[in-house]
């Protein structure tokens, strides 16, 4: 049995109002175990005898997108992978200035090439971009919305969908007890 997290693009955002316990009760639809939500932005943990992420992500987003009428864009990552998400530092001490805003963007797929030298274009005096694996990293030095840089812009740029979540909550996640979930 692995253990997993699933972020979700297009959940209690844009009109798309779902209830936790009705998101939780679907994931155990598909047979998932230990079914737990956290936030209600779209964080559903579980654990699945399957270990193919790119094949749960198949299951979860056409079960979704039957149950809800919509497409769920799922990026599926595992607890170490949250684990190690957590503990990585993409910016420079120098970087991070005042108080600013951490943000990790999940991708299908590792930005390489053309496709990174754009998402670091997109740097400026107020943000900064980075890339690592099938992750963005934005640090912004003002409040979000008075950015230049945001998920909107992001896919219609480099057209892939991607859905951000705050450093502070990819920290809780990493401290869940794998396996133990089931409430909330």
Partial sequence: MSHYIAFLRAINVGGHVVKMDYLK???QD???SNVETFIASG???FGSSIADAAALEEKIENHLLKSLGYEVTTFIRTFDEVAALARYRPFAHADTGKTPTLVVGFLKRTLAGPSKK???SMSSEIDTLNTSGREIFWISRNRQ???TFSNALFEKKLSLQTTFRGYLTIVK???KNPGTAGGS
């Fill in 25 to 27: 009760s679907l994931f």
């Fill in 30 to 32: 598909l047979g998932f």
């Fill in 43 to 45: 964080n559903v943990l």
């Fill in 118 to 120: 754009l998402l670091l």
């Fill in 145 to 147: 919305s008075e950015s």
């Fill in 173 to 175: 996640l990493s401290m």
